[in-house]
């Protein structure tokens, strides 16, 4: 959520400002993570830019009232797993401040690929990331109300469960 979202992560959203006079690295408990706070409609640009310019992090625009939920391991071969499941919460309930809680409008946790395709997340969802810690293997899946589906290829896994992706990239033999 807002309060700790951005400092847990990465890079600091500020980093999409691409001045670069400052030093925009998170603490990286969200490992290559990104995130815009307060995210609202018309600011798709700051993600895309971020996509774009720093490819190696995930970029999520999170809305008033939205979080990551991010738990992260090791497996035996070395890589680096980690699940991001997605909080959208619409239950605020104090009509005078409707106005800002843009998850009660409607609004989602937007993610923009390096491509500029992009995607929109509803609570529940979730995104598996499997990476070696050099950077240079990563695979992700996108948990979508049970389905899982290829994240490069927006189609549907021959995986049938998280444990079994986990299961295939933790012996040594790994790609």
């Known amino acids: 959520f807002s309060a700790g ?7 600091f ?6 001045n670069g006079e400052y030093d925009y690295q ?7 993570i990104g995130v815009t706070l307060h995210h609202e409609w018309g600011n798709e640009g700051h993600l895309e830019w971020g996509a774009a310019q720093i490819p190696h992090c995930s970029w999520f625009g999170l809305p008033n009232d939205s979080g990551l939920a991010i738990n992260t391991g090791t497996l035996d071969s070395g890589l680096i797993w980690q699940f991001i499941r997605m909080v959208v919460d619409e239950s605020w309930d104090v009509p ?3 106005f800002h809680i843009k998850t009660r409008q409607g609004m989602r946790i937007e993610h923009f690929y390096r491509d500029g395709r992009s995607w929109k997340f ?4 979730g995104m598996l990331r499997v ?4 950077g240079s293997f990563r695979r992700y899946w996108m948990i979508l109300g049970g389905s899982i589906v290829e994240y490069w290829e927006q189609c549907a896994s021959h995986y049938s469960s998280i444990e079994e992706i986990l299961a295939d990239h933790s012996s040594n033999q790994c790609p």
Not at 5 to 11: D, G, K, N, P
Not at 26 to 32: E, I, M
Not at 122 to 125: A, L, R
């Open 5 to 11: 979202a951005e400092q847990l992560s990465s890079i």
């Open 13 to 18: 959203s500020g980093a999409i400002d691409g």
């Open 96 to 98: 005078e401040e409707q």
């Open 122 to 125: 509803n609570d529940g969802d």
């Open 131 to 134: 990476m070696s810690p050099d």
């Open 26 to 32: 998170g603490f990286g408990l969200g490992h290559d």
